[in-house]
């Protein structure tokens, strides 16, 4: 159980275009969604916190207009990269919470990796 | 503002020796999370600690919180190379957000 799905795993672009990353809980209701973006031998970095039905909220820093995120159901979160440059690209990671976690546990994706030409 | 300092930040390790990785955290919290994580890879849940005292075992892993101490440790028993990764610990902040620590990297050699 607790599976979280992203697509696509990995993305190259050209510099201008957009990205959109999705994220799915497989077998549960997500009621929060965490977006995270990695630079190579960083640490995670929380951009964003999505819940169903309303705007998610943006850690300081992260400019909501280039990352867009959609918190469209229970199940389904997109990220869409917006006008993406070469220092968008990072390793993007999305979390899940079920609404039935009782221990806050999030359960991660397995990462879409963005480059950008 | 949760601040969580993990340490080392570099570990190599010989097969066969005992180690141990720490992550402390700067705000009280109930609980804290460790995972694994492969080049290349997302995130692998390795243990989930709820409680002061909280002891956890998995193989050549064991993990224990002391919130009192703010202070949780990844203990390695008789490293294998099977373990080389990164190791981060992750405490549960306000509104449920996570604060990772910078990660510990493992190289274990023979």
């Known amino acids: 159980g607790a599976v979280v799905s992203q697509h696509p795993s990995w993305v190259i672009c050209k510099s201008g275009t957009s990205v959109k990353i999705e994220c799915r809980s497989l077998?549960?209701?997500?009621?929060?969604m965490f977006w995270y973006r990695q630079f190579p031998k960083q640490s995670l970095m929380l951009m964003a916190t999505?819940?169903?039905?309303?705007?998610?909220?943006?850690e300081q820093g992260v400019e909501k207009d280039k990352f867009l995120i959609n918190h469209a159901s229970l199940t389904l979160s997109t990220l869409t990269v917006t006008s993406a440059h070469p220092e968008d690209s990072s390793f993007y990671i999305c979390?899940?919470?079920?609404?039935?976690?009782?221990?806050?546990?999030?359960?991660f994706g397995p990462g879409t990796r963005l480059t950008v030409l | 503002e949760l601040k969580v300092e993990q340490n080392p930040l570099f570990l190599s390790m010989q097969e066969g020796k005992n180690y141990t990785i720490y992550c402390n955290y700067s705000?009280?919290?109930?609980?804290l999370y460790w995972y694994r994580q492969d080049p290349g890879k997302s995130l692998e849940s390795l243990f989930v600690l709820l409680s002061n005292g909280a002891v956890k075992q998995e193989g050549r892993l064991m993990a224990s919180l002391d919130t009192k101490a703010r202070l949780s440790t990844l203990h390695i028993t008789a490293a294998v190379h099977d373990l080389s990764a990164t190791y981060f610990c992750a405490v549960d902040g306000s509104w449920g957000k996570f604060q990772f620590g910078a990660g510990t990297q493992v190289v274990v050699t023979p």
């Open positions: 705000t009280t919290s109930d609980r």
């Open positions: 077998d549960f209701q997500a009621t929060t």
């Open positions: 999505s819940n169903e039905g309303s705007k998610a909220t943006y």
């Open positions: 979390s899940a919470k079920s609404r039935e976690e009782v221990y806050n546990e999030q359960f």
